[in-house]
T-cell receptor, first 116, second 117 residues
Framework: KAGVTQTPRYLIKTRGQQVTLSCSPISGHRSVSWYQQTPGQGLQFLFEYFSETQRNKGNFPGRFSGRQFSNSRSEMNVSTLELGDSALYLC???????????????FGSGTQLSVL | AQSVSQHNHHVILSEAASLELGCNYSYGGTVNLFWYVQYPGQHLQLLLKYFSGDPLVKGIKGFEAEFIKSKFSFNLRKPSVQWSDTAEYFCAVNAPYSGAGSYQLTFGKGTKLSVIP
């Protein structure tokens, strides 16, 4: 079974640009979450989607947005990039059912975004 | 909102030494608790999880963790570490939010473990 696939693996952008990151979850997983990982802040929750609906959002500005498609693939978008957006962006999928909260997450390898 | 604290930023041990990594969380209600590990160059993967029942849970590669509700702790242990355990370890908590099944993990900042052969 293929794991969680994130593309691209590395990305270099300049301030003010926008970026779109892609995530393909494990087949059959309907929940997709996004996390930002930085050396200083660790892993921080961005948002979670389940069946194309955003169920929860972390404390990030509105420049961070996402969506999920009917095949459970997800994208996240960051507009008007800032230097502080440089981070590893991790996608995770889960076989979680609608009301279960103890399922484990399967993480992708991440997209390393550098903002210059 | 819940938070997770990991006591040690970097732990250095010799092979065969015993390991205990501390994790405390702040949340008064029911929680699900996890330890994830990130080996060098690899993606995050689950070591073990607790959601109910026996507070002593066993995970992969000989790791175990004990949930102590009165102390809001979920410490990770291993009796004898190996060089291959060198990795970064993350404690995480999921406290179900209002709204059916909303799933969000709050992670600690991680503990880097270096095992010296």
């Amino acid at each position: 079974k293929a794991g969680v696939t994130q593309t691209p693996r590395y990305l270099i952008k300049t301030r003010g640009q926008q970026v779109t990151l892609s995530c393909s979850p494990i087949s059959g997983h309907r929940s997709v979450s996004w996390y930002q990982q930085t050396p200083g802040q660790g892993l921080q929750f961005l948002f979670e989607y389940f069946s194309e609906t955003q169920r929860n959002k972390g404390n990030f500005p509105g420049r961070f947005s996402g969506r999920q498609f009917s095949n459970s693939r997800s994208e996240m978008n960051v507009s008007t990039l800032e230097l502080g957006d440089s981070a590893l962006y991790l996608c995770a999928s889960s076989f979680i059912q609608k009301d279960a909260t103890n399922e484990k997450l399967f993480f992708g390898s991440g997209t390393q975004l550098s903002v210059l | 909102a819940q938070s997770v604290s990991q006591h040690n930023h970097h732990v250095i041990l010799s092979e065969a030494a015993s390991l205990e990594l501390g994790c405390n969380y702040s949340y008064g209600g029911t929680v699900n608790l996890f330890w994830y590990v990130q080996y060098p160059g690899q993606h995050l993967q689950l070591l073990l999880k607790y959601f109910s029942g026996d507070p002593l849970v066993k995970g992969i590669k000989g790791f175990e963790a004990e949930f102590i509700k009165s102390k809001f702790s979920f410490n990770l242990r291993k009796p004898s570490v190996q060089w291959s355990d060198t990795a970064e370890y993350f404690c995480a908590v999921n406290a179900p939010y209002s709204g059916a099944g909303s799933y969000q993990l709050t992670f600690g900042k991680g503990t880097k473990l270096s095992v010296i052969p």
